[in-house]
């Protein structure tokens, strides 16, 4: 369209495979990394620091791995100043159509002083001499002076012109120990624009950690005055409290894009995918409130915010769920969801209720959770079928006995009153569970599917007692059915037999039918 002025693009540099791997007990083997990495091309970041070649031999590898297999990505390792860095770091990227060579070294005169054991005059002419020596290897080459939001800004601008004079395409300014605020650092950034001789010929990119919490929040500052690359991690993992997160960054771009006219060419739904594998790889789980990915981000408890969801997304959510790779926002059920929350529950689940229906079930919905603090999907449907108690049980089980162990099959013996008849039966299965479920498919010849599994301790302790949660689907309709006890073994028998009850009560019966039984 004419006049249309298109957003600038932020590079999304990810660090998830480098700073992220600090994190205690993230550390990831090669294959990890690669299916990481493979990951992230799909997520369309546009650099992947994958790791530290100098710093082991499987950090090497893995980097090696990296840039001859995944496509799409700038490939990047990070370089300590030091010529057998540098070195170390083209021998693992070499492979890669797109590469990167990202060297370091302080600024700051506590580590110059306290690390390095450097004179300012020294650490400048190491870093002039170890840019070069990277752009003998590629053209793409990143600087970073460690510590930059705590050194002297003359000398930080003194040692940022002497690199771009040799070369280095990419500035980048580390919040190394997360010192810095927004404010100071949108005015650092400012400052290094106006007195960086040569600036407009690179990119300036950060690197925030978030020690005070302000990680994100410094890296939009940074963006806001000029900034073109940011440096984050999949969740915010990283070093201490971590890095900027890439999903907070990204999605606070594009929510509000116009404020920074600014956006990045990240896919962002593939970011809960992204989230969830490396939670999973790396052992850390996401918190429940972390923004975007966390469980409760998209989940509204309140009954004023859930009227207003379902009667128009926009009232209480600032992006959709499916922008960030979700199927749906989460209504939680509890003591503050009010009443037109429960009907849309009660609908989803297939029911549909009288007004005089709908206020005796809301009634005992609200009764319920004020025992609980979630009330689930299983709960609600108890509540509209509480008259189930006069379902009549077509399938009632009379003994169960279960034989497993690592020598043998697993076999189940069930005894059960089938209409009226006592029937026996023996079956195998996979393991208890499965020996038990095929066992009751036998003797009452479902054509049902199982379609979820799930258990839950009710109570603590040794003697806990187990909750199983299963739905059956037949013919288009799916059920619920509970069972309990201190035997998980008897919990799930139960429990597919009640979903099976409620399936033959059902057979044949319209909605019609149905609402009567409220």
Not at 163 to 174: D, F, K, Q, Y
Not at 189 to 206: A, C, D, K
Request: aromatic share 6%; proline share 3%.
């Amino acid at each position: 369209m004419a006049g249309l002025v298109m957003p600038r693009l932020i590079t999304i540099f990810d660090t998830t495979l480098r700073d992220g791997e600090q994190s205690p007990g993230a550390s990831m083997t090669s294959d990890e990394k690669l299916m990481i990495a493979r990951q992230l091309a799909r997520l369309n970041v546009d650099v992947i620091e994958a790791g530290f070649a100098f710093s082991s031999q499987s950090d090497f590898e893995a980097l090696q791995r990296i840039a001859e297999e995944v496509e799409g990505p700038t490939i990047c390792s990070l370089a300590r100043a030091k010529p057998g860095d540098i070195d170390r770091a083209w021998e693992a990227i070499k492979g890669a159509p797109k590469r990167r060579i990202h060297t370091f070294l302080s600024t700051s005169d506590i580590h110059l002083k306290h690390q390095f054991r450097l004179t300012r005059d020294e650490a400048l002419k190491q870093s002039v001499e170890m840019v070069q020596r990277a752009k003998g290897y590629v053209l793409d080459v990143e600087f970073s002076p460690m510590d930059a939001t705590r050194s002297d800004p003359q000398y930080l601008y003194d040692v940022l012109s002497a690199v771009v004079e040799v070369g280095a395409t990419t500035l980048n300014i580390p919040d190394t120990v997360g010192y810095i605020n927004p404010q100071e650092f949108g005015k650092l950034i400012r400052g290094i624009r106006e007195n960086v001789v040569g600036i407009e010929n690179v990119v300036i990119s950060v690197h925030c950690h978030n020690d005070l919490g302000l990680a994100v929040a410094n890296s939009l500052a940074a963006i806001a005055e000029g900034a073109g690359q940011v440096e984050c991690t999949v969740n915010g993992i990283g070093e201490r409290a971590g890095n900027a997160s890439l999903e907070e960054v990204v999605m606070g771009l594009r929510v509000r894009g116009q404020l920074y006219d600014a956006d990045t060419a990240i896919v962002t739904d593939e970011i809960m995918k992204s989230s969830r594998l490396v939670s999973k790889t790396t052992g850390l789980p996401v918190q429940p409130n972390k923004a975007i990915v966390g469980a409760n981000a998209f989940a509204h408890t309140s009954g004023i915010h859930q009227d207003g969801l379902l009667k128009d997304g926009t009232t209480y959510e600032i992006m959709r769920p499916q922008s960030v790779g979700l199927l749906q926002s989460q209504m939680v059920m509890g003591k503050l969801s009010g009443r037109h929350a429960f009907r849309n529950q009660i609908e989803v689940m297939g029911y549909k209720l009288s007004e005089k229906e709908l206020n005796a079930a809301f009634q005992r919905f609200k009764r319920l959770a004020g025992q609980k603090r979630e009330v689930f999907e299983e709960d609600i449907e108890a509540i509209v079928l509480e008259q189930s108690q006069n379902i009549p049980s077509s399938y009632t089980l009379k003994s169960l006995r279960v034989e497993s162990g690592t020598d043998m099959t697993p076999t189940a013996t069930i005894e059960m009153e089938i209409n009226g008849t006592l029937q026996k039966h023996t079956d195998i299965g996979d393991g208890p569970v499965d020996a038990v479920y095929r066992t009751i498919e036998e003797m009452v010849k479902t054509t049902s599917t199982l379609t979820s599994y799930a258990v839950k301790a009710i109570t603590g302790g040794m003697d806990a007692q187990g909750e199983v949660t299963v739905k059956i689907e037949s013919n288009g309709r799916t059920v619920t059915g509970n069972g309990a006890s201190t035997d998980i073994i008897i919990a799930s028998a139960r429990a597919y037999l009640n979903a099976i009850n409620k399936l033959a009560y059902w057979k044949g019966k319209t909605l019609h039918d149905l609402k009567s039984i409220v």
